[in-house]
């Protein structure tokens, strides 16, 4: 009689989590011209790193995430944001590759940004803390790097502020980039996302609770505006079918109309909750600041306007990927950001997932995406000379 076999599913990921601090009169200086004295980076490391430092793989993450990529975030307890991903076996298979993720300049999960203390002045920056830019966050990431000793990336790759994070690599430091994936993103941020932006800001700064940027001496949160923020935020990265699928207008907990403003439908019931979540683990100071740098990002502006200029000295491979049902960074971007790379001559290909869940698409189990973006690494690996660690 045979007896059955248990099939284990692969473990998590172990995960470092660390800090690497600079200091100096200008441990950072920034696109605006001024400086950060003191800057730490908090940063998340998953596998091993091999003896030529050649399998580094760079996670860029988006707007209203962190560090915590493949594992249990501190805060709220939840799964890494990438962790269907990330892993043992999986696309950016941490037996194979080293994954490091860092919290962006501006952050609030490790990284210096507004909620830190100012050392000129012993209290916390809020509004006195610097503008900051894309550009700001890669140079960060950069001295990470070098910190760790790794000069070369084997791919950096990020989805929507993370795909233009990919973006600034591939243009500022192409000798270090080897592959790249920009996921759902754009080269400028348009007209239209500035203003979802600015709708978001408002909310925040119209809060009493704000207390112009100065709330954390005073002992609170502006949590209702920063919900609103994260409220009409979250609207853009899903779709109108992937919301009438979910949602369309049932009602929440009723039978009929409640003829108030209560929560009557699903949907407003949902978008509250992440509104509610939102105030938990992010801080408003930066979500001013980082839609700041997303709205500022153009990353043809130095080069006369033309988005080819930034590409070349690119010698990387460039996967460029979007989602058929993506009205924040439609297709269209990716196709601009395509079309330069090839009047640069650069290798790249390109791939359009059919899906209707909407920018989100990203983040969640899209078999083609796994299929598309392993393979690719995969070969950048093989064609390295990757192996396996261990």
Not at 253 to 276: K, T
Request: charged share 20%; proline share 4%; with cysteine.
């Amino acid at each position: 009689m045979s007896e059955a076999v248990a099939v284990l599913a692969p473990a998590p990921p172990l995960a470092n989590v660390a800090e690497a601090r600079f200091a100096g009169p200008r441990a950072l200086t920034l696109d605006s011209g001024q400086v950060l004295p003191e800057l730490t980076v908090a940063y998340t490391t998953y596998g091993e790193l091999n003896a030529a430092r050649s399998n580094a793989v760079l996670v860029c993450h988006a707007l209203s995430l962190d560090q915590h990529v493949a594992s249990d975030n501190p805060v709220t307890g939840r799964p890494g944001w990438w962790d269907l991903m990330v892993g043992p076996g999986k696309v950016f298979d941490t037996r194979r590759f080293f994954i490091i993720c860092a919290n962006v300049v501006g952050g609030c999960m490790g990284t210096t940004g507004p909620k830190d203390i100012n050392p000129a002045t012993g209290q916390s920056y809020g509004l006195s803390f610097p503008v900051i830019t894309i550009g700001d966050m890669v140079k960060a990431e950069a001295m990470l790097l070098d910190r760790l000793g790794i000069a070369e990336l084997l791919c950096v790759v990020g989805g929507s502020m993370g795909g233009m994070q990919v973006l600034e690599w591939m243009a500022t430091y192409p000798e270090r980039v080897v592959s790249a994936m920009p996921i759902a993103t754009a080269a400028k941020h348009s007209a239209q996302n500035i203003a979802f932006h600015e709708v978001g800001r408002q909310a925040i700064m119209a809060d009493p609770d704000w207390c112009g940027g100065d709330y954390q001496r005073h002992g609170v949160v502006p949590s209702k505006g920063l919900a609103v923020a994260r409220m009409a935020a979250h609207i853009t990265y899903l779709s109108e079918a992937a919301l009438q699928r979910k949602f369309g207008r049932t009602l929440q907990d009723r039978q009929h109309f409640s003829y108030a403003f209560d929560a009557d439908f699903q949907v407003e019931s949902y978008l509250r909750h992440q509104g509610r979540s939102f105030v938990e683990r992010f801080d408003a100071n930066s979500y001013l600041y980082i839609t700041r740098a997303m709205d500022y990002f153009d990353l043809a502006a130095d080069h006369g306007g033309v988005l080819a200029g930034a590409f070349g000295k690119l010698k990387s491979r460039v996967c460029v990927a979007s989602f058929t049902s993506d009205w924040l960074f439609p297709t269209a971007e990716s196709k601009k950001i395509v079309h330069a790379l090839n009047a640069a001559a650069a290798n790249v290909s390109f791939v359009e997932f059919a899906t209707d869940t909407g920018h989100d698409a990203f983040l969640l189990d899209v078999p083609e995406m796994f299929a598309t973006f392993g393979g690719f690494v995969s070969s950048a690996a093989d064609h390295r000379g990757v192996k396996r660690v261990g």
